[in-house]
Nanobody
Framework: QVQLVESGGGLVPAGGSLRLSCAASGRTFSNYATGWFRQAPGKEREFVASISWSGRTRFYADSVKGRFTISRDNAENTVYLQMNSLKPEDTAVYYC?????????????????WGQGTQVTVSS
């Protein structure tokens, strides 16, 4: 069993930056790929970024490429999402999720454990 807790959300002006953290419990977390997803009001949950268990492979949604960076520290059981050049359309609840596989996936249905989410609001 893995439990995930996100932190680092908040209110930021357009063009600003935030770093989200996803802290995990469970010794097997370092073997699992982990992703970030987001959900805006009235919209479906969408993929943002994912990172393989080793950190060597990273996937990004086209909408965040060049602005967001996903990373992980397996010694600390934590995955990060550095978000730069934020836009109002990035406003959403951001969720961390991990899957019982070392490889990445874009699909929310392939993730087994989810955090409660952290709100990110970007003002124009």
């Amino acid at each position: 069993q893995v439990q995930l807790v996100e932190s680092g959300g908040g209110l930021v002006p357009a063009g600003g930056s935030l770093r989200l953290s996803c802290a995990a419990s469970g010794r097997t977390f370092s073997n699992y790929a982990t992703g970030w997803f987001r959900q805006a009001p009235g919209k479906e949950r969408e993929f943002v970024a994912s990172i393989s268990w080793s950190g060597r492979t990273r996937f990004y949604a086209d909408s965040v490429k060049g602005r967001f960076t996903i990373s992980r520290d397996n010694a600390e059981n934590t995955v990060y999402l550095q978000m730069n050049s934020l836009k109002p359309e990035d406003t959403a609840v951001y969720y961390c999720a991990t899957r019982r596989s070392g490889s990445n996936s874009y699909s929310p249905s392939e993730y087994d454990y989810w955090g409660q989410g952290t709100q990110v609001t970007v003002s124009s």
